[in-house]
């Protein structure tokens, strides 16, 4: 049997292959390890490592249904493994049933070194750089909403939340640098 050289194949052609072949499995796993890995640090840095199970299996899980037809793998895979992490999250941490973001945050700035300085900046930037519809994106996305459970439940596309996400993501990195 020939041997592949699995480095040399692009996402999509890794991905399908992943389904059948353990060792494209493997290499696909190699690849989005770092992004996932980044991804877990930024939803709970406390609990990064059991993210990134997480985020894999959803990763590795979600190819077995990819249709290249559809979009491109690295987009459905990171999708399906923040996804798999934020439910996780959701299931089994101290923001399940929580309906208040603000909470949230203070249960995290207690953990941090000048968290509570640092929770008021934010605060401040929230109140004062985003719109309204800006601020209620981002709530529901610190109780761990997904985009698309956003949407559903302001009435709104899955592509209006990220628009606002990235919108509110620019105006509050704007505006902690200042700080």
Same mark, same amino acid.
């Given at each position: 049997?020939?041997?592949?050289?699995?480095?040399?194949?692009?996402?999509?052609?890794?991905?399908?292959?992943?389904?059948?072949?353990?060792?494209?499995?493997?290499?696909?796993?190699?690849?989005?390890?770092?992004?996932?890995?980044?991804?877990?640090?930024?939803?709970?840095?406390?609990?990064?490592?059991?993210?990134?199970?997480?985020?894999?299996?959803?990763?590795?899980?979600?190819?077995?249904?990819? #249709? +290249? $037809?559809?979009?491109?793998?690295?987009?459905?895979?990171? =999708?399906?493994?923040? *996804?798999?992490? !934020?439910?996780? @999250?959701?299931?089994?941490?101290?923001?399940?049933?929580?309906? #208040? +973001? $603000?909470?949230?945050?203070?249960?995290?700035?207690?953990? =941090?070194?000048?968290? *509570?300085?640092? !929770?008021?900046? @934010?605060?401040?930037?929230?109140?004062?750089?985003?719109?309204?519809?800006?601020?209620?994106?981002?709530?529901?996305?610190?109780?761990?909403?997904?985009?698309?459970?956003?949407?559903?439940?302001?009435?709104?596309?899955?592509?209006?939340?990220?628009?606002?996400?990235?919108?509110?993501?620019?105006?509050?990195?704007?505006?902690?640098?200042?700080?």
């Amino acid at each position: 049997m020939e041997q592949r050289d699995y480095k040399q194949l692009s996402d999509d052609e890794l991905t399908v292959l992943a389904v059948g072949e353990t060792s494209a499995e493997t290499e696909l796993i190699v690849r989005l390890t770092p992004e996932i890995y980044s991804i877990a640090m930024g939803i709970n840095p406390l609990i990064c490592e059991d993210l990134l199970q997480e985020g894999l299996l959803g990763a590795v899980n979600a190819a077995k249904s990819f #249709d +290249p $037809e559809k979009g491109r793998a690295r987009t459905f895979l990171m =999708t399906a493994a923040r *996804n798999r992490m !934020l439910s996780a @999250l959701k299931c089994n941490s101290i923001i399940s049933g929580v309906d #208040d +973001p $603000e909470q949230e945050l203070s249960k995290l700035a207690d953990d =941090t070194p000048n968290g *509570n300085e640092e !929770l008021e900046t @934010l605060r401040q930037a929230i109140k004062t750089c985003l719109t309204d519809y800006e601020r209620e994106v981002i709530s529901l996305y610190l109780v761990g909403l997904s985009y698309s459970q956003i949407g559903q439940r302001l009435g709104k596309e899955p592509k209006s939340v990220d628009n606002a996400m990235q919108r509110a993501r620019k105006k509050l990195r704007t505006e902690l640098e200042k700080h």
